[in-house]
């Protein structure tokens, strides 16, 4: 059974950090790509960030250069280190995960950046 546990979201003010955890179980982590989704109220759900099993890395424009994706393969977690944030990153964010033609979401974290 697959089951992804995020963690790590909260209130901060605009240009502070937060970092995202995500904790994987039920799939052969170390293969696997994941990525990071966030839905804000009113809008779609949107990739945020992706990193594959060799580590190679994708990201939203909005959010180069300010957020970084990485994974531990030992703890199987994916995360999501967010610096410099802004009031529109405000969102609830999601952990993903394709099996096959099967989507895969944690249960999501609210982020919140205050101006």
């Known amino acids: 059974q697959v089951q992804l546990v995020e963690s790590g979201g909260g209130l901060v003010q605009a240009g502070g950090s937060l970092r995202l955890s995500c904790a994987a179980s039920g799939i052969i982590f170390a293969i696997t790509a994941m990525g990071w989704y966030r839905q804000a109220p009113g809008k779609q759900r949107e990739l945020v960030a992706a990193?594959?099993?060799?580590?190679?890395?994708n990201y939203a424009d909005s959010v180069k250069g300010r957020f970084t994706i990485s994974r531990d393969n030992a703890k199987n977690t994916v995360y999501l280190q967010m610096n410099s944030l802004k009031p529109e990153d405000t969102a609830v964010y999601y952990c993903?995960?394709?099996?096959?033609?099967?989507?895969?979401w944690g249960q999501g974290t609210q982020v919140t950046v205050s101006s």
């Open positions: 993903h995960y394709r099996r096959g033609v099967t989507d895969y």
């Open positions: 990193i594959i099993a060799g580590g190679s890395t």
